[in-house]
């Protein structure tokens, strides 16, 4: 039986997609999470964080996060491909961030994968990292300008991403729901506040990430068009496609799409379907 491993992306967690896992294991399939190093039960949250709030001791409190990098990332994920891949086939899928773990996954071990699969995720081909493709013309119409406002401290100085979630600014909520969570309720928009975490390393963004040819361009690959996407852009998810097929035109990119926002949810019935069928149900 094939086993789906998901990615969470940035400033998450594997409860992400509990309910996609819940979704799939409740059809029969095999499915988990993966937790990145400093994220779920991992997580840290500033003290300034937590209610009352204070704003200038959080822009400086240090962060454990700060040393991680995409190294250790890719030692955790590989870790639970290699005990998953003793029971059988393995799809390795990953949101948003997530996809940065999942190519420099299949550069290790190609030969433990048989699937990648991409949910409007970033997948470097031709530039080197997230924050090479920023600056794209694909990418003008992202609204993660918006997000990167609630950055609450510098992150050349703590080493972090350091994002306040539980801002009381209504620019805060607003931005969440613009970029991320499109045509979600407020409530909606609140629960998604309450599952990000504060802290991201700031190495994620700017490590290498390509995919090379003779090893991640081996295993067959699907990406999945989030078409309401405006933190990265349908431009943007076409282009990764086009630099993946280019570099690999004999293992072109099956490419699948759904009428959801940047965040899912991903145990949506459209996604849960595409997954099963790709695990082989």
């Given at each position: 039986m094939t086993t789906l491993i998901f990615v969470h992306?940035?400033?998450?967690?594997?409860?992400?997609?509990?309910g996609l896992i819940r979704e799939l294991t409740l059809r029969g399939h095999r499915a988990v999470a993966v937790d990145l190093p400093g994220h779920g039960v991992e997580a840290f949250y500033?003290?300034?964080?937590?209610?009352p709030q204070d704003l200038a001791a959080l822009a400086g409190e240090p962060s454990p996060l700060a040393k991680l990098t995409i190294d250790d990332y890719v030692e955790r994920t590989v870790d639970v491909v290699r005990r998953a891949r003793r029971l059988g086939p393995v799809i390795l899928a990953g949101a948003s961030q997530g996809?940065?773990?999942?190519?420099?996954?299949g550069n290790v071990i190609p030969e433990l994968l048989d699937r990648v699969v991409y949910l409007a995720a970033y997948c470097c081909v031709e530039l080197p990292?997230?924050?090479?493709?920023?600056?794209?013309?694909e990418n003008r119409d992202s609204l993660l300008p918006l997000i990167q406002r609630a950055i609450v401290a510098d992150p050349a100085t703590l080493g972090v991403n350091r994002v306040n979630w539980r801002s009381a600014d209504p620019a805060v909520f607003?931005?969440?729901?613009?970029?991320?969570?499109?045509?979600?309720t407020d409530d909606g928009v609140r629960r998604v506040l309450n599952m990000l975490e504060p802290d991201e390393p700031a190495a994620i963004p700017q490590a290498e990430a390509r995919?090379?040819?003779h090893t991640w361009g081996?295993?067959?690959r699907t990406?999945?068009?989030?078409?309401?996407?405006?933190?990265?852009?349908?431009?943007?998810?076409?282009?990764?496609i086009a630099e993946a097929d280019r570099l690999t035109p004999d293992n072109p990119t099956d490419v699948r799409s759904i009428d959801a926002p940047h965040v899912g949810p991903f145990d949506r019935p459209d996604v849960v379907r595409l997954l099963a069928e790709l695990t082989g149900g």
């Open positions: 992306g940035t400033n998450s967690s594997s409860f992400w997609c509990a500033p003290r300034a964080y937590q209610a996809g940065v773990t999942l190519s420099r996954v990292s997230i924050v090479a493709y920023l600056d794209e013309p607003d931005a969440v729901k613009r970029s991320l969570a499109g045509d979600f995919g090379e040819a081996r295993i067959p990406y999945v068009r989030f078409t309401q996407d405006r933190l990265i852009p349908l431009a943007l998810q076409d282009r990764f």
